[in-house]
């Protein structure tokens, strides 16, 4: 008993001997990424690029094909292995001349209302619609609207959504930590809110932007229709309108809302996404993907949502040749195309890799805006999560501490599929839903180091996931 | 044996359960704080008044009596036990007309200079200085510069220090994990560069700004003249203008400088600090103090500093009112004045507490902008320090991790000398210095939710201080 002891004592002594050995020259390496990207102003000045020469790059438009062409430039010019072109096939939503939206009261006069139309919306035409409005905060509510009992009657009942527009207030819970569940929780409506209202014969769906911030500007994104119902035209109208909305409806019921948006689809395009790769030196047909998306939505110039993602992800790769890192593992950037509208590019890519029989390692995505990092959400199986959690000691200096969340991102979702294990970088939310899908989203939101730390945080789990597997 | 075993395995499993009851109730108290905290828009209207309708406040000026009326006005009508002014002597030093600087080359031509006159510094006067341009970038490189041996010569050397205008060009570390960390290896010369040039007989001091960001504004902060030497004037350059003239002295090293700057120290005048309180219910004359700075420079709004600091305090009373919390020991919200130049609000703050024999259980300092709240630094016993840390798990949902770093706050720390626990609120750092003593600091750098959460961090931890002690 005793010799079991002292050895089990000895072993364990020596893996820690190990481990701790391990760690601390892991623990070098990721200081000298870190470093490196701290240092080096250049994913900033590709990201200026992308926003301020380029713009918001709206899926199947000519901006993304700039952006196609301009993420293929840069990184063809950073002596990667290989880059090429990923055919995609994408639709095509544009939004036409700027929308307009008023109301109108006898009572209180009229008013300009800051709205965009949701993105695969259809428009209501030149001439416009327009109604009285009414208002509705929850599915329950909408649901009992269009079944009034009238009263004196037990079989009668009153439609009140019929022939109206509807306005779906419903604000994000300002309560919660994470924006992002702020905003879970509010947008639905605006995803499927148009054929919710159309069910019960109403003519078009005004919507209170998903944010918790308290601004003037509409935020966009997308919607879909059920086929079993009418389509009817749907728009976002900005948090500070949706009050004043609500403010003039109950004071006049009888408002009327004028919406004018000429919003349509096209055919679908052909897009790519852009990839580039530095080959493994042991397991060249292993692949670890990091990536993010290079559509967005046409409001802003698709800084936070999603150039951050994108140019952080040529930046890992950056990082890699600047530091003259030889991976084991291929390690692939990826600039998704079209994860706004119908996620065609994340589709592509998955289809090739089932197509290819291609081995992925891991796969990680920054699409949370280029915001400190705090941690990286996690959607892999029990033991693999534990490896990577076993890591995020080494990470606590540089701000990491958040590895409780669960999934990837949208582009990588598909590899699920394969069971390869994904990674979502987790940045700190508060800013975020002040920029997303809106005219905010522009490249002076972004803090330089903020977006670099992102970027180290990338590369530094690449190099463990590429050094120690999953 | 076995019976010692079983009592303190008793005790144990009964002291857990205490203290997992304890904290289960005291996690839905920080959850109703937290709640509230960021629900209620008063704080962010707070100070948004204080930015935009009073502005930068420097000590001493007609803005910082604003800012004391108005900050006692607000406490004033919020219902609590007692507000108060208390007395305090402060410099006051004035900016004059706006600075002037620009560089002339018979090679290069001539340039306008972006600069600020540095607090405490003497103006050059109507006519401003010219003298060539000698760059150093550390302090050895000053005093070598001011002891060339001459050539062929072996005692005689040459002062190229002596006429000069200095320009010290230190540039922060851009890869410190924490921005203060920077800002502290750089600052150097920003405090105490003209009197280290003015010993080697320079006339005067452009001094690279002391920040991470690279940007075009000039960023002031204070100094003070070795009252052994001559006092010179003293400038700070914007960072991208620090590397302009970098540029153009590599190419032409006799360029002339000329500087023009109208500040100076008048006399000392009457300020105040501005305190509110709520009475403790069991011990209200022991004292839990709150607080942040309410003058600011010049440049901007004093928006981050400390704008949000002296805001969030005034929030943490607040929040004891609105959520009826009854404090055992008394809670005082402090708006220190004069934090930037002398600290003499800390001072007489600390020098009543002396005079009255108060006692004081801890203080908290909000001083590091109004971002994402990370953390406490803690500057107390190893006793106190661990109790503090030992509540911190409770605040992981909230985003607090970093309990590591020591100190409290500078209008806090005089209180040390009465052996009073300090804490100081840690935001995430990365974008302070972008607005840090600069015209950036605005109130529109500041997120709604961020100051929000920093001011419910706070009010939680005084929640728990008050209930447990320290």
Known sequence: MKKFILLVFINCSLFIGNCSFAQQSDSIIIKHIYDEALKSKISYKNLEYLCKKIGGRLTGSPQAA?????????????????????????PVWVRGPKEHANITSSILGSKELSICAIGSSIGTGYDGIYAKVIEVKSDKELDSLAHIKVQGSKSNVQNLIEGRIVFFNRAADQTEMSTFSAYGGSVGHRYGGASQAAKFGAIGVIVRSATVGDENNPHTGNMHY???????????????????????????????????????????????????????SEHHDEYITVGGHLDSWDLGEGAQDDGTGAIQSIEVLRLYKALNLKPSHTIRAVMF??????????????????KFKEKHIAAIESDRGGFTPQGFSIDATKEVSD?????????????????????????????????????????????????????????????????????????????????YGL
Chains 1, 2 share one sequence.
């Open 66 to 90: 700039a952006a196609v062409a301009y993420t293929y430039q840069v990184m063809n010019n950073m002596g990667l292995d290989s880059v090429w072109l990923q055919d995609v096939t994408v």
């Open 226 to 280: 059920n086929e079993n119902y009418n389509k009817i035209p749907a728009v976002c109208v900005s948090t500070a309108h949706a009050d004043l909305l609500d403010d003039w409806i109950s004071t006049d019921p009888n408002l009327i809302l004028f919406i004018k948006t000429e919003c349509k689809t096209l055919k679908d395009t052909k897009s790519f996404n852009v990839i580039g790769q530095i080959k493994g």
């Open 337 to 354: 195309i079209d994860e706004e509208i119908a996620q065609s590019g994340g589709r592509a890519y998955f289809a090739n890799a089932l």
């Open 387 to 467: 490896k990577i959690i076993s890591w995020s000691k080494l990470f606590l200096p540089y701000g990491l501490f958040n590895f409780s969340e669960k999934g990837g991102g949208t582009d990588i979702d598909f590899l699920k599929k394969l069971n390869v294990p994904l990674l979502g970088l987790v940045p700190d939310s508060q800013r975020y839903f002040e920029c997303h899908h809106s005219s905010n989203d522009v490249f002076e939101t972004v803090n330089r180091r903020e977006l670099q730390l992102g970027s180290a945080s990338m590369a530094s789990f690449i190099y463990l996931i590429d050094k």
